[in-house]
């Protein structure tokens, strides 16, 4: 598997990032004009979820495929677009979990299968792959790339094989809810004169749909429909999908409804503030952190200031409930070229501080509360408060707004190895405070964290260290992992 935070440390168009975001998938079908320009626009909306790649499938029987490395507005440029003709089509942005990150590696994948075309684009990750995989080697299969997604093709098509019947909604929804339960799929198909868009049984990723007047419209966030007009917005429900054609849509269910795991990260880091995602709205989700964890971690402090852009809405509801002011401590260089990577610790170090600037006058003198999404390996946040401290603030004192990350994800989210992670790296909470130099550190408690989302329904399995399962709660290791401040 490959992975470029594994290798070192990246900068993406927006945030740092901590740990990569798992793809984005647009498609739909338009009722007037060539869809090119609705897809540019929705999948542009969607780039904070892969800035590796950008992929285009648009046709009907004999569709017209292009994708690149790059962002979207550079490989869907404007001259690409306007050359696009067809009104039906799928899209996807990609950040490799899974699979190599070369251009062979870019979404939609497209076979031909019986004469015709056949595409699919994929956010999430199947944990059966490997094993799936290598039996499907041995029956002769060939691949070209290492993605899951290639293989959730491959198998789709050799199960087809074997019924009578084609491409239908229900034969594609049967065969991924019969091998691919547990994993985390939100996936669309191109198949000859339709789309498919499917949100796997325990709906770890989000999907929604658009009917508006310009045409119907899926994508992984809601975000990507603002610009359509006269619009209808549902949320794809786990184990439901929906077919779309020129006859029109229809929502189906095609397997039954599980327990659910919808990933509580999609809130805390990943998905957009203006996104309403497993029916809750981003920005209002991160304020409530950020004031829960005022709650729970109250401090005598001067002013608080966010670590741009995630952290800006927890800041909010911190200052909010604590009656701290909020102010910009810190400013997020906007320019800063879009993805590197900076394989030394060194350079790590020149990354955080290229990307961030300190606003002396703000600091100076000044006890200071620095609130943000989350603490993966602790060396940005190191980083931060040493920025601080040089700038002249008296005292740091760091809050997360998400409980300690003690593991890392199976479900498409590419969060750094168990030992990587500063929380594993220390017994308790005092030595990641003396770790990252700050005079008090605090985390959102996970009590805290699922008082706001609720205690079922929702992953939180990253969060959650395996002395923390029910068998082994008492463990003083637990006991000291779950100390949340120092
Ligand atoms: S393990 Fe964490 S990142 Fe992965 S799906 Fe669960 S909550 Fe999301």
Redo the contacts with the bound molecule.
Sequence with gaps: MTSLCQKGYCFAGGNEIKFSEECGVFGGISYKYPIAPYIQQGLFMLQHRGQESAGICVGERNPFIYKNKGLVMEVLSDRVISKIRGRMGISHVRYSTQGGSDTTHAQPYVVTYLGEKVAVAHNGNVKAAVEMRKNLEKQGEVFITTADTEMILKKVIRELRKAPSKWTFEEVGKVLTENFTGG?WSILFFVPGKIFAYRDPMG?RPLSMCESIDGVFVSSEDTSFQMLEGKSVYHIQPGEGVEISRDGFEVKRFAEEMPS?K???EHIYFARPDSNVFGKNVYSSRVELGRKCALENPIDADIVIPVMDSGFAPAIGFSQQSGIPLQMGLMRNRWVGRTFILPEQQMRSTGVRRKLTPIKEVLNNKRVVVIDDSIVRGTTSREIVRLLKESGAKEVHFRSASPKIV?T???G?D?PTKKELIANKYDDTCGIRDFIEADSIAYLSIDGLKDIFGRDGW?????LADCEKPENENSTKCAKLSESVC
Aim: with cysteine; proline share 0%; hydrophobic share 40%.
């Design positions: 985390a770890y795991k990933c509580v990260f593991n994800c199976h479900w989210v969060i992953c939180y399995s990253c969060l």
